[in-house]
């Protein structure tokens, strides 16, 4: 509903507003400080005229603005506008960025979305700007739909795109608009947050303005990922996330996989009886064939054994997705995680819990089993390649069977080896997940351009990673890791080819962000390296999703 612009400070005889409203009188409006755009369908124009990677900087001189970014709401212009020179007071470093609203000759009496402005011009044309901030991102998802997530759940083929840094939306959009595929664009654990200190509304508004920056309209998803209690989703949910991921961890009992016949009978006679029944009904010697690729059976043995291990976690996965249901309408994706286990997910059980969760009428849009072979952070496959090929197919092949849902691939990042072999089991449908992927292309942008500040990284990661390895299981060799006083600036770069490095970086991301100068650096250098950072990243993701063999938009 249309609300007064909330304006909190005014700065009309700025420097920076003046050089603004001079700027946006040059590029948008003619004659100078008239009303009149220039040329009805100019900027749609210049839009639709651009390559999908493009994504141009309109204007010289200190400010720029993103071409992407220009939208219109009623007779009011919005866009986003760089700085590209520091302000002399220190309040806006180079490469920040600001949201700017535009009229004729007279200011809006109102626009929708409670739009909280920092100042304004006096002068015609009417210029107003606005923090990129949280408050704001909410405001622009009611003036803007298409800036806010949505749910994915009718997309084939989905990317989960996790960006640490609040820095990568554009690279990853700039990839994932060439082929048909649905980004999700923000993406974070909770574990993921506490280490970093940001927050889901955090992580949400900053894909938000990536998403406006760029233009993007086609739909992005939000991820709330690794989520284990339902305080925890209703956090994601209030931040507008409407994927979830259940970790279902802590309600396995992957123990009972060591268990007697003994223990688990004792075990299985507590559990309710109607569960009991049907169990021994539905899958004691019973054979489910799989297509070509055989057949499922059980004994009353290992039905009882399922019962017993996922018993708990598929009446808690019925559970969260009433509990979804209800809140957003069934306007949500959930996804079920079972890959947090020392061991594979066999088949068997695959089938008994998504049999399960479909008798239960758990909307299940993903699933992650455990496969088979080591996903390790940050490095490509490792494990026999025929053996993975078969597990995954009947895995791929129960999904469709028992409710159609996408399999899930965590870990997903730079698994290039098992990228065609994914795509072509899954017929494309599926859902990749990465996130330290983005970090790493952000070290390699300041390894390439800043070779002083990926030494201070570096040494930095070499000091923390033994606590990381609390967190993250890794099979690096640390201490095969080349001396870094020992490789050349130019030679920066290969530690994000090396392996050993790529992990140790990766699992070191919490310490290294928690260090406030190094974070600050980190985030001012690649401000100002924006354009390489997006382009190290779409050639990146380019390479993953092609791998797959998604189709390109034409």
Known sequence: MPTSISVSTRWNGSRRMDTLVAFITKEFFTPPGGS???????????????????????????LRVYLRSLHRHGDVLFGIVRHDSSDPAGALPEGARTLFLAAGTRPPTAIPGELRLAEHSAASPWVATAELSVENARALHRIFPWTQPCSLRGQRTTIGMGDRLGLATAGHIRAARQFKVAPVLAQQSVRENDLIGRTFDDVVADATWGVFQEGYRSGYGADGDHLKTIDSIDTALAAAMPMITLDLTEVMRPEVAEWSDEEIEREFRDLEETFRRRVLEEYAGHHFPLGGSGEISFTAAEARRCAVMYGPAIAFSRLVNDHLDKTTGGEYDLEISIDETTTPTLPAHHLFIARELQHRGVLVNSLAPRFIGEFQKAVDYEGDMEEFTSQFRRHCLIAHAYGNYKISLHSGSDKFTVYP??????????????????????????????????????????????????????????????????????????????????????????????????????????????????????????????????????
């Open 36 to 62: 009149d755009w220039n040329g009805p369908g100019l900027l749609e124009k210049r839009v639709s005229a651009l390559s999908p990677a493009e994504s141009p900087l309109i204007g010289e001189g200190p």
């Open 421 to 554: 072999v994914v795509g072509r089991e899954t017929g494309l449908r599926v859902h990749l997940k990465t996130s330290g992927t983005s970090w790493l292309e952000g070290l390699r942008t300041i390894a390439v351009h800043d070779p002083g500040l990926y030494r201070r990284i570096h040494r930095f990661a070499l000091t923390c990673y033994p606590r990381a390895l609390n967190y993250y299981h890794v099979s690096a060799d640390f201490d095969a890791i080349s001396p870094l006083e020992e490789v050349a600036d130019e030679e920066l770069p290969r530690f994000l080819e090396d392996d050993n490095a790529r992990q140790m970086l990766h699992i070191s991301y919490g310490w290294i962000l928690a260090d406030r100068d190094l974070k600050q650096s980190i985030h001012g250098a690649l401000h100002h390296l924006e354009e390489e950072y997006a382009e190290m990243l779409r050639l990146h993701f380019e390479k993953h999703i092609g791998l797959l063999g998604a189709p390109r938009e034409v």
